[in-house]
Structures are given as structure tokens and as C-alpha cells.
């Protein structure tokens, strides 16, 4: 069994649909819990880590075999818990972000929080292991009041708009799961990277292998 933790109910039916699609068999467990993202908002992500990992053991105890933290924001607080846990705990953008700083300089990144912001790009610099790469942050204000609000198809509108306004890049990463369907709603030519399809196959990846 796979364990996912959510900080948004978003989520859940689109990591449902990506395993129909390309795991079919594969057990999933949700875990939704919204407060740690409006905490880690507030406070930091470190804020979290002891809640973080608290719920992570309980999943382990429970049968979960790995556990793929879907949210940007706290993905390196539960990434770290690894070590404790004994099984893989994967943040579901690390490959978005080994796939960004490997295959190209300029990078714009784009996200609805600013608190998404500071760890994706830290990642893509983890990533890019000493690589010049050209880092950009694009934030999208106002978008994630319309998705707190229930207006999904507004916010991915309004991601799809920042994105199209982007130039001067080689690629352009949705930093957050809940942007990935902004993909299929832009004009640019510039390539799209998001996450959740790629994090979820790593997941697998690492429970086949028994890692």
C-alpha cells in the first residue's frame, strides 16, 4: 500500500485517476490534512515536521509500504522522516525538479503560494548539482483564494494565463500538484513540467523495488 499525504482534498481523485491509468493494482491511502499547509504557511514547514512525522509512523504501522507527499510546501519536512520510518518517503516534485535542472538553464517557476516557492527552487538547485542554471519565480496572485473558495476552473485558468505571459525560458515548472491541469489550458510553446505524474511513478518505483 501506498500512503498520500494531501494538504488539499484536490488531490485525491487526481493521484485516483493517474493510478487507473498507470498502476492499475496499486493500493492507495489518502491522508488529507489541510492544517498542516495553513500552518506550515504560517509558521514554516519545519512547524510541522513533529505532526508530520507522527502521521507518517501511524501510516508505516498501518501497512503503507511507502508514502508520497503530494505538497510542495512540506515536502522536505516529510522526505526527511525517511530515516526513521524504514521505508522510502518520496516528495512528489523531486523528479518535476531532476527532470527541470537537468534538461534546461532558464527555468521559470510558477506557483500559486509563496511558500511553494523557496523550496521548489531549492530543490532545482539540489538538483541541478552545481549546474548554471537561470532560476525564476513567478507567483500567481490571487489564484489560490479562487481555489479556497471552490472555483477550480478559475484558478487553473488564472495559472494558465501567468504561464502564457512567461518568455525567455527553455521550460516551465508547475511547482504545485493542484497546477498540473493548467497544462492542458495554455498556448505557450514552451515546455510544461508538473508533477504528479511523474511523482506518482517514483512511488511505485520505489515499492516494486522493494527500496
Given amino acids: 500500500m501506498l500512503a498520500l499525504l494531501h494538504t488539499s482534498s484536490a488531490h485525491v481523485p487526481v493521484f485516483e485517476a493517474l493510478r487507473d491509468e498507470d498502476h492499475p493494482g496499486l493500493r492507495l491511502r489518502h491522508l488529507v490534512r489541510e492544517d498542516l499547509l495553513a500552518r506550515a504557511r504560517e509558521e514554516g514547514p ?8 507522527g502521521l507518517l509512523a501511524r501510516a508505516v504501522d498501518e501497512g503503507a509500504g511507502a508514502v508520497l507527499c503530494t505538497c510542495s510546501t512540506i515536502g522536505g519536512v516529510a522526505e526527511a522522516c ?42 532545482i538547485r539540489e538538483e541541478a548539482k552545481g549546474r548554471d542554471i537561470g532560476l525564476r519565480a513567478l507567483l500567481v496572485e ?15 485558468d488564472a495559472v494558465a494565463a501567468a504561464v502564457d505571459r512567461v518568455g525567455d525560458a527553455d521550460v516551465i515548472v508547475l511547482a504545485q500538484a493542484s497546477t498540473a491541469d493548467a497544462a492542458s489550458r495554455t498556448t505557450t510553446a514552451v515546455p510544461l513540467l508538473s508533477s504528479p505524474r ?14
Fill in 46 to 53: 519545519e512547524a510541522v515536521a513533529p505532526a508530520v512525522a
Fill in 82 to 123: 525517511a530515516g526513521e520510518l524504514g521505508v522510502p518517503v518520496l516528495r512528489v516534485d523531486r523528479p518535476m525538479a531532476a527532470e527541470a535542472a537537468t534538461a534546461a538553464r532558464r527555468i521559470v517557476v510558477v506557483a500559486t503560494l509563496r511558500s511553494t516557492l523557496d523550496p521548489t527552487l531549492a530543490l
Fill in 142 to 156: 490571487g489564484a489560490w483564494a479562487l481555489l479556497e473558495g471552490g472555483d477550480r476552473e478559475g484558478y487553473l
Fill in 198 to 211: 511523474p511523482g506518482l511513478r517514483a512511488a511505485a518505483a520505489s515499492m516494486s523495488s522493494g527500496s
